[in-house]
């Protein structure tokens, strides 16, 4: 059973200057009781998310939609346990896995196998399981002999398959996805598709920021929006046979 | 502020369990060991060009130093050898340590993964160069066979030693490097100062009036616990000492720190 809470989650980014990020700075604040240079103890912040309160439980297949810098990837990192809520709590059950910023982790003078191996591993899983999982991915990527080739000689779109491949084999509970299906061909984003669908109907949670209507209308039953860190909506969704078109309500 | 998750491990909120150490250090001694192969993956001799640059580097300060120093060869070269190999391993650790979780921004930022995993990475890949620079080791040993003695086997205790406290250091070092971009440049300009410091050219009792220098150089005691017993010196109380000392007080601090700051990594990087 997997399962996410978020209590009054907010999230604020700390911006260092450059001075706030200087040795310097702090030194002669030490020296000079912090009277000269203060930046140091007055970090600005930025608000990423402000209190939100939301459950995600088995069965809930979430679209994240909202402007550039809504929150939508933060929302997904704080609900990965990457940043900690500055204030709240958060509570997370099952297995997570992440489909982030593509590339993180890769090891591009490496072969696909190895790079199989490598992001497994970093995922979190024991190296027998993600040589188990080899098969699966093969056949998923189809990149056929291009998998025993240096990962540099790969196409963006390939890579994506790659990627796109290892973090959904390893079972997870809790699938994260921040858009991916910018990169890659018609092809392989029905197949992305397909492979989400056949995820989600093993019961388990799903949440996938995205700026495309389509994708959250095929994939997901709950649409949330974000504005400003603050939740704007949250809806169920009907189904993709029956669909009304997602409000687009200004919050 | 609370957090708790169950992500890989079982019912393990605070995730410090030997099962978790044992996966998490075979997860960075996999990733180190891959990082080495990929930097070296066109070169025909890969890391052993590591093992050819300190021979150069040998070769060339045994000829200059010795006529300098008038010292004696048997004696001074594999001194020399054995203390340029831990002085790469030291420094490597120090000097790469406070860019070890910038640089490894873009996994901190998208995979949830403990911190001390991303420094025992570090160390691992410096024990991965040292283990190639053994090879030298071992011919300074077959060169100077007298020199082989059983107080050699005080190395591996003094070696383990030394690992212990590098890793703190990489592990204070980074977070510190995370927060305050000015580290890096510092550490790069203080370590050269320290290697004239430490007892690599010359041994300490050779300072005469002067070794006291040396004595303020933390890492002096780092290259002398490991060096000393492999050109048959038995082990010093002193130098043990020092370096158990800062063991102790080093991982407290570290231990005290990251608990205050590790949720704020992610946030640095």
Known sequence: ?251 | MQFSMLVDLPKSTSAISWRSIRHHAYIAWYIAWSDTRARYKRSVIGPFWLVLSTLIGVGGLAVVWGALMNADMAEFVPSLAIGLILWQAISGSVTESVRAFTDDAAIIKNIKTPPLRISLQLLFRQIINLLHNMVLVVLMLAIFPRLLSPTAFFAIPGLILVLINLLWVIHVLGFLGARFRDLEPLVSAIMPMLFFMSPVLYRSHELGAHAFIMRFNPLSYFVEIVRDPLLGHGPDALTYGAVVVMAVVGWSLTLWMTHAKKHRLAYWV
């Open chain 1, 1 to 251: 059973m997997a399962r996410v809470i978020l209590d009054d989650v907010s999230v604020e980014y700390p911006i260092y200057s450059a001075g706030a990020f200087s040795l310097r700075s702090r030194l002669i604040a030490i020296g000079t009781g912090g009277r000269i240079s203060n930046v140091s103890r007055h970090v600005k912040t930025v608000a990423a998310l402000d209190g939100l309160n939301l459950e995600f439980k088995d069965g809930d297949r979430v679209g994240l939609v909202g402007h550039n810098g809504s929150g939508k990837s933060t929302l997904l990192r704080t609900i990965a346990g990457i940043f900690t809520p500055t204030r709240g709590k958060i509570s997370a059950e099952g297995r997570i896995s992440t489909v982030f910023e593509l590339g993180a982790g890769l090891q591009r003078e490496l072969s696909g196998y190895d790079n199989i191996i490598r992001m497994s591993m970093m995922l979190g899983t024991s190296r027998a399981e993600a040589e188990a999982n080899i098969s699966d991915i093969e056949a998923f990527t189809e990149l056929g002999d291009f998998l025993a080739m240096p990962v540099h000689t790969y196409s963006s779109g390939m890579s994506t398959r790659l990627i796109f491949a290892v973090a959904t084999s390893t079972n997870p509970e809790i699938l994260l996805v921040d858009e991916v299906f910018a990169t890659g061909d018609a092809d392989f984003q029905e197949r992305a598709q397909r492979r989400m669908t056949a995820f989600v109907e093993k019961a388990n949670i799903l949440v996938l920021a995205t700026h495309s209507d389509t994708v959250v209308e095929s994939l997901c039953n709950r649409q949330i929006r974000l504005e400003h860190g603050l939740l704007c909506s949250d809806e169920a969704m009907l189904g993709p046979e029956n669909s009304e078109p997602p409000s687009n309500a200004e919050c």
